[in-house]
């Protein structure tokens, strides 16, 4: 089983324009979708319609118009009642893909209710392979509970992964050495913030055919004990760094209708090939099947972003060796002794 932990959920609100965002004008919406979301709710949603095992946890009102749209699907969920509201962010999206977010900051969590949550965290991990940590943290939550529920989880039977940005990431990183997750998923963006670099650089690398910069940043997190850096590049494609070597994957050309959900997918899609007993290249490929399908017909918006960023179907993967060495062809992943 996979649980995911989304310290703070959303109802996400798509809107489709028909034509390109203006600042000060008025738009008229082709669509609109709204979906309990969030960034673990979203891995929970896409592995459960691809036939994964997964519980979804987090904390939210039992009366809360999140709940009842959980309840009304097919994920399993675990709510820690809460007293706030469950914030909604808004994605508007233009006829070319591009996608702006307004996203609220989130009911604040006070220190019983983040108690229960991290008990709820631990207790699910027991029966899990791995354990998600996804998305911003509400108000009230020190930037570090990340850092934290890594360290209390180390003793446990399961791998942690970790996608999340800014403060919580910073304070991640700066951690490593008593809470290095088993795997990351920055973007460019994240993972330049963290080491320094420039996220266009990064990006404009792998686009022209060097993945290097980005192995050399990701390597830098590998080294500090990080089991495995998973760094999603948008178009670029992406470029998976482990102790065993480093892999990039080019999609072919594809009209993006959303981003929306597109990060939280390629992390679905790589878990749910490492819980097949993929090596780390194929877990850089992804076939179409009835699942994907399902998804795109049922939810589009997550759909349509697993569909473009699931390291698409079929992806080109390609050893890359930083240092020019060619390495052993064993691709198992670290696990610093938790599974």
């Not at 006829?95 to 900051?105: F, I, L, R």
């Not at 420039?198 to 993945?211: F, I, N, R, T």
């Not at 899609?269 to 399902?294: N, S, T």
Request: with cysteine.
């Amino acid at each position: 089983m996979i649980v995911t932990v989304t310290p703070n959920p959303s109802i996400d609100r798509t809107v489709t324009l028909t034509g390109p965002l203006t600042r000060g004008a008025v738009h008229r919406v082709s669509s609109v979708t709204t979906e309990p979301g969030g960034k673990g709710v979203n891995v929970a949603r896409a592995l459960t319609l691809a036939g994964v095992d997964a519980t979804a946890v987090l904390p939210a009102p039992a009366t809360d118009s999140l709940v009842a749209a959980l309840t009304a699907s097919a994920v399993r969920f675990q709510c820690v009642p809460t007293t706030g509201a469950v914030r909604t962010n808004l994605a508007i999206t233009e006829h070319d893909g591009t996608t702006t977010k307004v996203n609220e900051p989130g009911a604040p969590l006070d220190a019983a209710a983040l108690d229960a949550l991290t008990l709820a965290v631990i207790s699910a991990a027991e029966a899990a392979s791995w354990v998600v940590l996804s998305g911003s943290l509400p108000p009230g939550v020190p930037d570090h509970w990340y850092a934290h529920v890594v360290a209390l989880l180390a003793p446990y039977p399961c791998r942690v992964a970790i996608d999340t940005s800014e403060g919580p990431l910073a304070a991640l990183v700066a951690s490593f050495d008593r809470a290095a997750p088993d795997l990351i998923k920055p973007n460019a963006e994240e993972l330049a913030s963290v080491l320094g670099h420039s996220p266009e650089a990064l990006e404009a690398a792998v686009a022209q055919g060097d993945p290097e910069p980005v192995v050399a940043a990701a390597r830098q997190l590998v080294d500090r004990g990080v089991g495995a850096v998973l760094a999603t590049l948008g178009a670029a494609g992406a470029v998976l760094v482990d102790e065993t070597g480093s892999w990039l994957a080019t999609p072919p050309p594809i009209a993006a209708r959303s981003t929306v959900g597109a990060g939280d997918a390629s992390l679905a899609g790589y878990l749910r090939a490492d819980v097949g007993g993929a090596v780390p290249p194929q877990r850089l490929e992804q076939r179409k099947g009835e699942p994907l399908r399902q998804l795109v017909e049922r939810h589009p918006a997550i759909g349509q972003a697993f569909a473009a960023n699931r390291f698409v179907a079929p992806a080109i993967a390609q050893r890359h060796h930083a240092d020019g060495v060619a390495r052993r062809p064993d691709c198992r992943s670290r696990s610093r002794g938790r599974c």
